[in-house]
């Protein structure tokens, strides 16, 4: 069934490009600016798995994830961006089916790779925009140690994931189809939803910033005072 709905898929991903404000950060925001997805995979058993989920906006959580039935979560008003509610759906069915795949591989595999239960698989991905320029990243981590990474529409295993990241690289490498959508999903659906969402959540954005700025402002003129307050009374006492 998903590969039936790759073209469409694709259709969606891709959406209109606008050359001149592709990758164009707003005024008022600093740069470089971060939209990323984390999932941390907890395998308990050979039966058993919890998922958890979230998506952030820099250092603010924008989205949830409720692993069953597989619905993102909107933390925000404006967490959807620009984006259309089919357009938004179809990401959803594509990142829910794209875990179950996931799982399924390492449960596969696990007693083959001599996997201990419990253990635990984190998933990192998204993109920057850093000087008008759009970098894409997805990396998998095995107990916290680098594993898996997707590079130039392809996956590469770490040295550090051993021949169990060689072995899983070659075989998620055989889905050619799902590469080249990971690849739309990093370098430009990500992007261009990074951009709605600093769009549509704008006001409250520069809001926290400049709160951010104030209070920074706030604690360097404490300090200051302080600080003189301190030469003051040291030059009293010796006067």
């Excluded at 039935?69 to 404006?78: N, R």
């Excluded at 990971?182 to 939803?193: A, E, Q, V």
């Amino acid at each position: 069934m998903l590969f039936l709905q790759l073209p469409l898929l694709l259709a969606f991903l891709v959406g209109e490009d606008n050359e001149e404000n592709k990758n164009s950060v707003p005024e008022g925001f600093q740069k470089p600016v971060s939209f990323k997805v984390i999932c941390v995979l907890s395998f308990h058993n050979n039966s058993w798995v919890q998922s958890l989920g979230s998506g952030w906006l820099g250092e603010l959580q924008t989205h949830g994830w409720k692993s069953n039935p597989g619905t993102v979560i909107y933390l925000w008003p404006w967490s959807k961006g620009n984006f259309s509610n089919e357009e938004l759906m179809e990401l959803q069915n594509f990142s829910h089916m794209s875990l179950i795949r996931f799982v399924q591989a390492f449960y596969s595999h696990a007693r083959k790779w001599q996997f201990e239960y419990p253990f635990e698989v984190q998933i990192a991905k998204g993109c920057e925009l850093h000087a008008g320029e759009a970098v894409g990243f997805m990396r998998v981590a095995y107990q916290g140690s680098d594993f898996l990474s997707f590079q130039n529409k392809s996956w590469v295993s770490s040295p550090e994931g051993g021949r169990r990241a060689r072995v899983l690289r070659r075989l998620f490498n055989l889905f050619r189809g799902t590469q080249e959508i990971i690849h739309k999903l990093l370098s430009d659906t990500c992007p261009r939803f990074l951009l709605g969402l600093l769009d549509a959540g704008k006001a409250y954005l520069q809001r926290q910033d400049h709160h951010s700025s104030v209070g920074w402002i706030a604690l360097a003129v404490i300090v200051t005072l302080v600080l003189m307050a301190g030469l003051a009374f040291w030059l009293r006492k010796h006067w």
